[in-house]
């Protein structure tokens, strides 16, 4: 049977991963009330229809730091790649690449950055860095990811301390060599969203992650002011299917989702896309 939509591939990683694994990959903190509430969020936001626009052409392309994408889907930061596929994120960076997208690698890559960088030459990646207490290991660690090309620098700075993962703690799982697989996020992403763009009033690109899960969620958080959105445990799910061809299938599901979405909206390219088009339910 064919998979036809994210969910489907968080179905077959579930069967197919061993527990442990399922369990780091999927867990948040406590009682995971962000992490499902990041994905519900999106199902409260409705799409206003446009009619009567000729969307016979359909532009997804965008740039973000200056660098063009071929569409505003990114690869977010998560660890620890080879335990879900044995190329691991060398596998990813070739996908994010013939996607024509952003990587953006994690600091606890369970590839080298080498590796990463020479199985996937001409992708676009950033590099997202935990903070060391030794400057001297964070200017170390900067000089080599710049020495390998990568473009930009993500830094994490909301894990002030580790969040209380309760299934890695029942699996024994070891927290501080084992850090989170994707940041904490303290509050629903798009929720936050429109509060980040109103307080940067334009100054700087704003991008987010957390719950997407179809091309309808990627149109709305655009509609609120992301300029790109990034994909942390769908990427996995589609690691776990088939490696990069697997991470490829669910880029693509989403890019023909999100281009559905915008000619539904009457978008004809990501610069038409504009605030008008959320509705929030009514009270």
């Known amino acids: 049977m064919p998979l036809v939509c994210l969910t489907d591939f968080e179905a077959h990683a579930h069967k197919r991963l061993s527990k442990l694994t399922w369990d ?3 867990g948040g903190a ?3 009330i962000t992490r499902n509430d990041n994905t519900a969020a999106f199902k409260r936001i409705r799409l206003r229809p446009q009619y009567l626009r000729d969307v016979s052409e359909v532009d997804l392309r965008t740039t973000i730091q200056g660098e063009e994408i071929s569409v505003p889907i990114c690869v977010a930061p998560t660890a620890f790649h080879c335990f879900v596929w044995p190329d691991g994120e060398m596998s990813t960076a070739r996908a994010a690449q ?6 953006i690698t994690s600091t606890y ?6 590796d990463i960088v ?8 950033w590099f997202q860095l935990y903070v060391h207490p030794d400057r ?9 990811v710049e020495s390998l090309g990568f473009k930009a620098l993500v830094i994490t700075v909301d894990v002030p301390v580790l969040g209380n ?11 501080v060599m084992h850090l989170t697989q994707t940041h904490l996020q303290s509050t629903k992403e798009i929720d936050a969203l429109t509060e980040v763009v109103a307080a940067v009033k334009g100054k700087i690109e704003v991008y987010m992650d957390g719950g997407v899960r179809t091309g309808n969620d990627v149109l709305k958080a655009l509609a609120l002011g992301a300029r790109c959105v990034f994909l942390g445990r769908p990427i996995l799910w589609g690691l776990a299917y088939k490696g990069e061809h697997g991470v490829e299938e669910v880029l693509n599901i989403l ?4 281009h559905t979405s915008m000619a539904l909206t009457g978008c004809r390219s990501v610069a038409e896309i504009k605030k008008d088009l959320i509705q929030f339910p009514r009270l």
Request: aromatic share 6%; glycine share 4%.
């Open 118 to 125: 020479n199985t996937a030459p001409r992708g676009l990646r």
């Open 165 to 175: 993962r309760r299934q890695d703690v029942r699996n024994q799982l070891d927290l």
């Open 30 to 32: 406590d009682e995971d």
């Open 109 to 114: 890559a369970s590839c080298s950055l080498e």
């Open 98 to 103: 013939a996607a024509g997208i952003c990587y």
């Open 24 to 26: 780091f990959i999927e």
């Open 255 to 258: 890019k023909r989702e999100f």
């Open 136 to 144: 001297q290991l964070n200017k170390q660690l900067i000089q080599r």
